[in-house]
């Protein structure tokens, strides 16, 4: 399985896995008004704009048959003063195509995104996922990231979710 940092000309196909990936993994806890009106051409402008800004965040793809971006995510420092300074990452975002889900291609996408993030320096690192999302918080527990105690309450399409705050060392 193919994996590279992403490029500008990546935005549609990021947008796409993003839009498909969210309606498939949320249908039972957003709306489905809510995720039909997930517009991929407003995504693209979003993805463009981020993959040219000068504080990017760090964008690895996956790619499957012919090249074709099949899943992705997306890294960063943690955004507010709560860690030490440089030494835990965000991971924003972590989606794949549901064609590819339960083949191994988070795993390896997963894995890789940690191999980058020790090469950037980062000592551990967090995401946030939904509680009612028992798929996502089953793959990330079994790749070792462990829920800290840290909730939040976030209103989404409408709906009040809660989100619970993975972490995970990274190194020893």
Same mark, same amino acid.
């Given at each position: 399985m193919p994996i590279r940092e992403a490029l500008p000309e990546d935005a549609a196909a990021l947008a796409a896995v993003h839009v498909l990936s969210w309606r498939a993994a949320y249908r039972d806890l957003l709306p489905r008004p809510y995720l039909d009106a997930l517009d991929v051409e407003e995504r693209t402008g979003v993805w463009r704009a981020r993959l040219a800004a000068p504080d990017r965040p760090s964008v690895l793809v996956a790619t499957g048959d012919g090249g074709r971006l099949v899943a992705f995510s997306c890294f960063r420092p943690w955004p507010d003063g709560e860690f030490a300074a440089g030494s835990t990452a965000e991971l924003a975002a972590l989606y794949a195509l549901p064609e590819v889900w339960g083949t191994g291609v988070g795993r390896a996408l997963l894995s890789a995104s940690t191999e980058a993030l020790v090469a950037?320096? %980062?000592?551990? =690192? &967090?995401? *946030?996922?939904?509680? +009612?999302? !028992?798929?996502?918080?089953? %793959?990330?527990? =079994? &790749?070792? *990231?462990?829920?800290? +105690?840290? !909730?939040?309450?976030?209103?989404?399409?409408?709906r009040v979710l809660e989100e619970l705050r993975y972490r995970r060392a990274l190194l020893a």
């Open positions: 950037a320096g %980062f000592r551990a =690192a &967090a995401l *946030w996922v939904f509680a +009612g999302n !028992a798929r996502g918080r089953r %793959f990330y527990e =079994a &790749a070792g *990231w462990r829920p800290d +105690g840290t !909730a939040v309450r976030e209103e989404t399409g409408g």
